[in-house]
Structures are given as C-alpha cells and as structure tokens.
C-alpha cells in the first residue's frame, strides 16, 4: 500500500515543478521571417530577418541576455542588409503552473548599408508577453505590443520613429528552448 501512495506523492510533485524556472537556466529563442510581395505594377518586395538570443536566469523571475540578428530587403533592385546586436532583460511573473506574464526592455544597436549607402540604427523597446510552458523544456512566447523608439542614420539622413501599442489583435508569437542546470 506504501509503494502506490509514495508514487502518486512523487506524480504530484513533479507536475508541480513542471515548467518552473530556476535560477542558472538558459533561454534559447529568436525569430525569423521571410516575405515576398508583388505588385499590380511588376514590382516586387523580399525580405529576410534572423536574430537568435540567448539569456541566462540570475534569479526564478530575472534574466538578462544577449540578441544577434541580420535583415535583409530588396524592393524594386533597392537593397538593403542590416547586422544587429543588442542587451535585454526579461523580468517574470508567475501566473500559475504554466503561465508566465513578463516584461522585456532592451537596446539594439545596427550597422549596415543601403544601395551602397552607410546605415546606422539605435532601438530601445519595452515588450509585455507572455510565456506558456509546452513541457519542462519548451515555451511558447507570445509579444502583445509595447513601447518601441528607434532611430536611424542613413547617409546623414536622420530618422526618429516612436510607437506605444498594446493591441491584442496585433502580436508576435515564438518559441523558447530551456536549458536546465
């Protein structure tokens, strides 16, 4: 009788565990995206972005991190490519034994070229997610919005852009790999 309750308690704890982060994890994750567009006229838009993060835990609900990327554009023979490099800092909230609420705030700073021009960027961005554990391992990310400011020299031409947006309607999901110590 002691053997099937000892393996019921050891059930029960280890759901409990399920998903929990801990201190010394890493956080693998990124994005990706390809488009192509074409137009009424015989014009045509590509794109390609990839910027892989990394991030290690200091504590059950702090993590900071490091994100790489690349993009590419060509619109109409127009081309484009932009390296990225940047810090953040994701801050959780335990919302149940799957669910996490957080706040990302970060930096990114670019160099790059467009048709031959120099391209310079700075980005600072403040997002609110979400992240729902698949299994101990794996997590589903989902952005909703954000405050974002970035600004960008492209041959001296100067350009600053600001957004706020908390729209439901209009987020980003991804995944999250969890490297466990």
Known sequence: MKKPILLIALLFMSTLAFGQIQKGDVRLGGS??????????????????????????????????????YSSREINGQDSNLFTYGAFARFYRNM???FYLYLQPGITLGTGDSNGTDLST????????????????????????????????????????????????????????????
């Open 32 to 69: 990706l995206s390809l488009s192509k567009s074409d137009f009424n006229n015989g014009s045509d838009a590509k794109s390609f972005a990839i910027s892989p993060q990394a991030s290690l835990f200091l504590s059950e609900t702090t993590s900071l991190g490091l994100a790489l990327g």
């Open 96 to 98: 149940g034994e799957k």
């Open 122 to 181: 700075f980005g600072f961005s403040v997002t609110p997610g979400i992240a729902y554990f698949l299994s101990d391992k794996i997590a589903l990310d989902m952005n909703v919005g954000g405050f974002f400011y970035n600004s960008q020299d492209l041959g001296g031409v100067d350009t600053n852009n600001y957004a706020f947006n908390l729209n439901l309607t209009s987020f980003t999901m991804g995944a999250s790999i969890f490297l466990r110590k």
